[in-house]
Nanobody, 120 residues
């Protein structure tokens, strides 16, 4: 099984920055994509950013402010969040797709969530 452990959330003032990290561990044969989703109470979880070996994807609301990167050797993904706004306040969940063993079908994995709060 693949486990994801995220960190780096916290409280920051509007206009500030935070950096989230998420490391994959456990039985890993391959990791395809890694990324971050976020969720506020009463709303669906939404994609913030994701990265594969070939591309990156961002929600329109964070383009130009957030940057996702990945260290393949460490199976770790980072989300640099700049120019934070109160509407970025949410629980951020690390996400990955991959395989524990070569013969497994593609699995979907989630981290435990980390709170990001942006004060105005």
């Amino acid at each position: 099984q693949v486990q994801l452990v995220g960190s780096g959330g916290g409280l920051v003032q509007a206009g500030g920055s935070l950096r989230l990290s998420c490391a994959a561990s456990g039985s890993i044969f391959s990791i395809n994509s890694m990324g971050w989703y976020r969720q506020v109470p009463g709303k669906q979880r939404e994609l913030v950013a994701s990265i594969t070996s070939a591309s990156t994807e961002y929600a329109d609301s964070v383009k130009g402010r957030f940057a996702i990167s990945r260290d393949n050797a460490k199976n770790t993904v980072y989300l640099q969040m700049n120019s934070l706004r109160p509407e970025d306040t949410a629980v951020y969940y690390c996400h990955a797709t991959g395989r524990s063993r070569w013969y497994d079908s593609l699995g979907v994995y989630w981290g435990q969530g980390t709170q990001v709060t942006v004060s105005s």
